[in-house]
Structures are given as structure tokens and as C-alpha cells.
């Protein structure tokens, strides 16, 4: 079997031989086309390795310019898909975190935006390269102060303010609004790093509605203390005033009538005293509607009368109808008092007006003394009063009432003589 092997293969040998002797074109022509087809592989194949790496390199650019919707096909039959794929999966991933991104970033700038607190960022160059809306409000009436050199704005400022921007740390300082009303600021400022350079962050909260909160609370703890005292001991003196009446009546002696009969007065008004601080302690959160104010200004204008001198108007307001309603009246009071203790002749006139900010502004004015500068100071609070029998708790149960709704009581005297109550009540439902 082997020499037949050998003799199969020296056959071939000759055979090929014989036949490239006779035919070499043959070979040639071969020759010829096996290496047009190599060299139109080889070129291929560069080509495509050309434009993968022409894809690479654009895709990579265009992550440097911050594109990440960019991405590269792959064709599944090359060494560098694995690669391209990797690519796809980094650029996917990226897509994700600036969409994630972008959308805290939104969150964040609505947030700043409709925060009460004024927000705004100083550069090294003490230019304004962030602020947001209280804070435009606060320094350049709504407007936009980005780029706005600082030492500028603080121009515009006044002394006291300025100084207390100038505060590291934190601070608390008052300064006196349009009105000439003290308001109470806390200031926070602090250094902030941001793309390697040092900025200064300035956060500026005003406290006074906060303050007045805490002072209505500490006032609200007091008077619970006293009423609690003051019952334990009115009770019994009550029970014993009963007693000697009783016995005065068997011994025939008016004038121990008299005596038990004034003390037993003394007593009752001491009680009715106790109940309206218990009314300003345990006041009920507001029960909101939307207030009819043709109806409730026909209500209250029975009692006492006033000349309304605006236009009712559309603008809903969710309020506590009956809340409101003793408010008013109880302003209204101490207007018409106003003009017996000054024997003037006048009328109190009444006004409602929509305000730009949303809500309702309501105005009482008279004719009569207005009211000093210490009263102005402390006419919202329990337990003072300038009438002789006052107890001191209307305004303050009026100011309570109108907080509770989320808006604001003030007093001006007016240039013209007599005073003006300035009520502001939010439009909102809450």
C-alpha cells in the first residue's frame, strides 16, 4: 500500500510539471487574479477599519462637546464591536445622568424660586452670579440682577442694611419696611467653592412673622397659667360668697347683703374676664370658605355702621366667615369709640381692594385722634389696652385671627388726622 501511495504522488509531480511547460499563461493568469482578489480584501478591510475608527473618533468628540445622544452601529463582524458596544453603553448611561441631572437642577431652581428666603451668590469679582426671585424683589423690584456688580446694589441700600450684609456669620438685625414697621431679618452668609473658585453665599429669612408666632404662643402659655390659677380660686370664693349670702339673709343685716352681692358681681365679671383670654388661648383653626362679602358686610353693618366707599370685589377668598366677621366688628367698635372720645363728627369708611400680590386688602379709617407711637408699639398685645375697662384682648384676638389665615394686621395714623386698619388676606385656598 505504501509504494502505491508513492507512485500516486510521482504521477501528480510529472503531470504538473507537463502541464505548466506547456500552459504557463495559465499560471500567470492565476497568479494575476489571486492577488486582485487579496489586494481588494486587504483594501476592504482597511477601508472599514477606516470609518470604525472615523466613528470612534467623532463619537468621542462629540462626548467632549458634551453630546451624549451620539452613538455607533455595529455590525457584529468585527474585532472592534465589543468596543463600539462599550461606547453605546457609556453614552446610554450618560444620556441618563444628565436627564437625572437636568431634572434636579429644574426641582432645585423651582425651589429657590418660590422660596420666601432671599437667595443670591457673590463671585470673587463681588459680581451677582446667582440670585433668585425674593432676592430680585428685594433689591431691584422684580428685575433681574445677574451680572449686577455688587458694591452697586448695595448702593441703593440703606446704611443699616448694608452693614448688616456685611456680617460673617450669622446675624439677626431689624430694619423698617415702606411703612416704618420694625421687621426682624436672619442672615446667613458663608463661603461656597464652585468650579475651584470661592464664592460667597448670602441666605436672608425674615423672622418677624415667626417672632410674633412665638410671642402669641408665650402670651397663649400665660394666660392659660393665670386662668388656671384664677379658677381654682374664684370656685371656692364663689361657693363661699353663696354661703354668706345665705346667712346674711337669716341675721337681717343689709348691709352684709350688699357686701355679699358686690363681691358675688366682682366674681362674675372676674369669670367673664377669664373666658374671653380663654377664647384668644383655645382659638380654633379657621373652618375656610369662599366669603360672600355682600352678605357678611350687610351682617356687620346692622351692628355698626361704616361708608363703603370701593367696589365689592370678584376675587374668592377662603376664609372663616364668622372668624372674620368678629374681626371687623370689633374694628369697627373701636373706630366709633375713636369718635366719642374725641368729640368729632365723622364716619368710618370701609374699602376692599385686590391686591397685586393676590388676596384681599381691607382698610378701616376715622376721623378721630389715631393713636400714639407707644400705642401703635403694643396695640396687638393680650393684656394692654388704653380704655378704662378694656381688657386688652380684641386687636390681639383680631391679630391672632387674621395670622391664622396666613395674613397680615396692621395700624397707620393718617397724615389728614385719625386712624387707618390695613387687613391683607390671602386669595388661596390652604
Request: with cysteine; glycine share 6%; aromatic share 8%.
Amino acid at each position: 500500500m505504501l509504494w502505491a501511495a508513492f507512485l500516486g504522488q510521482a504521477l501528480f509531480f510529472v503531470a504538473t510539471y507537463l502541464f505548466i511547460n506547456q500552459y504557463p499563461w495559465l499560471l500567470l493568469a492565476a497568479g494575476v487574479s489571486f492577488n486582485g482578489v487579496i489586494g481588494y480584501l486587504i483594501h476592504q478591510r482597511s477601508k472599514q477599519l477606516q470609518n470604525a475608527d472615523r466613528s470612534l473618533e467623532q463619537g468621542l468628540l462629540s462626548l467632549m462637546d458634551s453630546d451624549f445622544s451620539v452613538s455607533i452601529p455595529t455590525a457584529k463582524d468585527g474585532n472592534r464591536d465589543a468596543i463600539f458596544d462599550l461606547f453605546n453603553r457609556c453614552t446610554d448611561k450618560l444620556r441618563k445622568e444628565r436627564q437625572h441631572l437636568y431634572q434636579r437642577e429644574m426641582l432645585l431652581d423651582k425651589v429657590l424660586n418660590t422660596s420666601p428666603v432671599v437667595t443670591f451668590l457673590v463671585d470673587i469679582n463681588q459680581r451677582i452670579i446667582f440670585a433668585n426671585r425674593a432676592a430680585e424683589l428685594m433689591f431691584n423690584h422684580g428685575n433681574s440682577i445677574l451680572g449686577y456688580s455688587w458694591s452697586d446694589v448695595c448702593a441703593k441700600l440703606a446704611p443699616d442694611f448694608v452693614q448688616a450684609l456685611q456680617q460673617s456669620g450669622e446675624s439677626i438685625f431689624t430694619l423698617k419696611n415702606a411703612q416704618g414697621e420694625e421687621q426682624a431679618w436672619h442672615l446667613a452668609k458663608s463661603g461656597v467653592r464652585i468650579h475651584q473658585a470661592n464664592n460667597t453665599l448670602y441666605l436672608l429669612k425674615s423672622i418677624t412673622n415667626e417672632l410674633n408666632r412665638q410671642e402669641v404662643q408665650t402670651w397663649k402659655k400665660v394666660i392659660r397659667v393665670i386662668s388656671h390659677e384664677l379658677n381654682n380660686s374664684i370656685a371656692p370664693i364663689s361657693s363661699m360668697c353663696h354661703s354668706g349670702q345665705l346667712l346674711a339673709k337669716n341675721l337681717d343685716e343689709p348691709r352684709l347683703d350688699r357686701v355679699f352681692s358686690s363681691i358675688s358681681r366682682r366674681v362674675d365679671h372676674l369669670n367673664e374676664f377669664i373666658k374671653g383670654y380663654g377664647a384668644l388661648s383655645k382659638l380654633k383653626m379657621p373652618d375656610k370658605r369662599v366669603i360672600d362679602w355682600q352678605v357678611l358686610l350687610e351682617q356687620i353693618s346692622a351692628l355698626y355702621t361704616f361708608n363703603l366707599v370701593t367696589d365689592i370685589p370678584k376675587t374668592d377668598v377662603y376664609a372663616d366667615e364668622h372668624q372674620i366677621e368678629q374681626v371687623l366688628i370689633n374694628i369697627l367698635k373701636n373706630a366709633h369709640e375713636a369718635y366719642s372720645e374725641s368729640e368729632s363728627m365723622g364716619e368710618v369708611c370701609l374699602a376692599i381692594s385686590e391686591q397685586s400680590q393676590g388676596g384681599i386688602g381691607i382698610e378701616i379709617s376715622d376721623n378721630g385722634p389715631g393713636m400714639a407711637a407707644e400705642v401703635l408699639e403694643n396695640a396687638l398685645l393680650p393684656f394692654y389696652s388704653t380704655k378704662h375697662s378694656g381688657t386688652g384682648l380684641g386687636l390681639a384676638l383680631c391679630r391672632e385671627i387674621i395670622e391664622a389665615h396666613q395674613g397680615k394686621l396692621s395700624f397707620y395714623n393718617r397724615k389728614s388726622g385719625g386712624l387707618t386698619v390695613r387687613i391683607f388676606l390671602p386669595a388661596q385656598l390652604l
